[in-house]
């Protein structure tokens, strides 16, 4: 998880979908240049949408996120963007996330792993 608002907020890392990129691709990249971590993408989990505001300008944004295997690398926040970064179970995650439709992407992914092919 990673923190962000002086710390106040947590949540999953996320970013913008660069042209030509797909969007697990993006997801791949903003966890690596957020946490440090890469990974693989296991499965789409849920896209969620919300409203927020840059000074005057309202932007609508949509954020897919997916469950994503850990492959390597070491916890270094980006510390333009981020406060912390840091591994959770995903209990904690669900009790941490400040956002209810994280913690309900969190909520599938705990049931997707609880429950292995």
């Known amino acids: 998880m990673i923190a962000t608002h002086n710390g106040k907020r947590w949540g999953l ?3 913008h979908v660069r042209r ?27 896209t969620i949408e919300y409203w ?5 300008l309202r932007i609508h944004k949509y954020v897919d996120l997916f469950l994503v295997q850990y492959t390597l690398g070491d916890i270094q926040p980006q510390p333009s963007e ?4 840091e591994w959770v ?14 913690r309900d ?4 992914a705990r049931l997707i792993l609880s429950n292995p092919r």
């Not at 990129?21 to 849920?46: D, K, M, N, Y």
């Open 13 to 15: 890392p996320k970013g």
């Open 20 to 46: 030509g990129e797909t969007s697990e691709a993006a997801a791949l990249r903003e966890i690596a240049e957020e946490t440090g971590l890469h990974g693989v993408v296991q499965t789409h989990l849920t």
């Open 52 to 56: 927020f505001r840059i000074g005057t």
């Open 82 to 85: 981020v406060d912390a970064a």
């Open 89 to 102: 179970d995903i209990e904690s995650a669900i009790a941490r996330a400040s956002f209810q439709r994280e």
């Open 105 to 108: 992407a969190l909520s599938s």
